[in-house]
């Protein structure tokens, strides 16, 4: 199975965005709903909790990680892969490439919680990539709480959606990371206000095609991963109302939430 | 010493209230920012953490615990009554009944989390001691996030409040309670939005007089509680920035925050 975990729910757009491209190879789903949101928490405790949950995955019969958690993936991944002997894919890297793949004047906006943004990663990432390309970063904190709280078309989230974007968009960026899994549910919301002419980087997306192409490359493990038969599971630390609401927005169709201690 | 605890930093308007009522009496405070918020999770993982929060106080030497949460003491009070043999101080009941005794009209507002709200436990305290009391209750689980960006004075936090408050103000309430303890923070902004008549309960302020009375009716524990020479610590299990720059807003001088992992 492919393990996959996030701080809460935001991290099932990658679920999903897998689900449509590997549809064959189904997941073990982690999001740590009792110590959500990772993003404006220590890089310290992040990692700590990052180990946790792969442990959890690697017992539950994974063989394969995800790391669908901007906040996890820019603090926790050196950190697992000195733990864990075992493939690890992570959600920046893919748009890191995909980034610097198509932008045309070399301006990039990244748009991430606290812990994402003061972590540097994408800038390191695309400056090495792309030597002379201009990073401008923006932490959005309340954009997660907004999402969860269903406020995807109210007046106060365009406002402040608008409050964040305007320094990128002075900027002149030609392109903008969603740097958090929780934003591509905001895409309709982003679009007009970073302008039209901005290419959205969708991190959900590019970490699928990534697996895609890991997968068709490695016959070890992708076979064993090849299991057309049996179904996902989505685990989470702590059940609550919103949770399942949003899972079944990402989806489109009901999502079984079991609860576990971890 | 006495023993304080909350989901994060919100609870030291707490804290700060019963310096300045009970001087002599030393705290030991403790945040638990590495799982903050409390208010959107479910009454089991609350009551889980908040055993655990008290564990720690005990052990650190706490003779009376102060549970300064709000989602904390309207799901998890009967549990630590249960587990623990000390004297237990929440910060709900002190505001039910400063809230019966200031309405006229006997129409009550609430604001709090969804954990608080859903809990009920304000509109049972209330209509307990003042039967034929109207309660109209609001979840409002934007407002925390909003403090702790540090958000008090923008438009958007204002509209937000705005849209919280108005089905409160047309139901004609005179009483309102701040049902969370980052609340008393958005003191000046809810004022007048909610309506100048409208008298707002500060549950940072009653339970600190709550307090103040219950240590003058029992020397014991009082006189061993009594140390002027001690000085307040106070414990996170997370260290942000934001963390360090919202207690010193709210004691109006810095404030040593020691991390510890629970």
């Avoid at 000195?82 to 890191?96: H, S």
């Avoid at 490439?97 to 972590?119: D, E, L, M, P, Y």
Wanted: charged fraction near 20%; charge should be positive.
């Amino acid at each position: 199975m492919i393990g996959i975990f996030d701080s809460g729910v935001g991290g099932m757009t990658v679920a999903r965005a897998i689900e449509q491209l590997c549809p064959d190879y189904p997941l073990i789903y982690f999001g740590d709903i009792a110590r959500t949101p990772y993003g404006s928490k220590s890089p310290e405790t992040i990692q700590r909790y990052a180990v946790n949950n792969t442990k959890f995955l690697v017992d539950q019969g994974a063989e394969l990680i995800v790391i669908a958690c901007n906040s996890a993936a820019s603090t926790a991944l050196p950190t697992l892969n000195d733990q864990f002997d075992l493939p690890i894919l992570d959600v920046i890297t893919p748009a890191v490439q995909q980034a610097v793949q198509v932008t045309k004047n070399g301006k990039i906006g990244i748009i991430g919680t606290r812990a994402t943004i003061k972590s540097t990663i994408y800038e390191q990432g695309i400056t090495a990539r792309r030597p002379g390309s201009k990073v401008f970063s923006q932490p959005c904190p309340l954009l997660v709480p907004l999402v969860e709280e269903g406020w995807l078309g109210k007046r106060e989230t365009k406002m402040i959606l608008r409050r964040y974007l305007y320094p990128l968009r002075r900027r002149q960026i030609d392109t903008l990371v969603l740097g958090c899994t929780h934003y591509p549910l905001l895409k309709q919301l982003i679009a007009p206000r970073i302008g039209r002419r901005v290419q959205l980087i969708d991190s959900s997306i590019a970490v699928a095609h990534t697996l895609r192409t890991f997968l068709a490359g490695h016959a070890d493990p992708a076979e064993k991963l090849y299991q057309p038969q049996a179904k996902s599971r989505f685990f989470v630390s702590d059940l609550t109302e919103t949770a399942g609401q949003l899972a079944a927005h990402i989806f489109g169709r009901p999502i079984t939430l079991e609860k576990v201690n971890v």
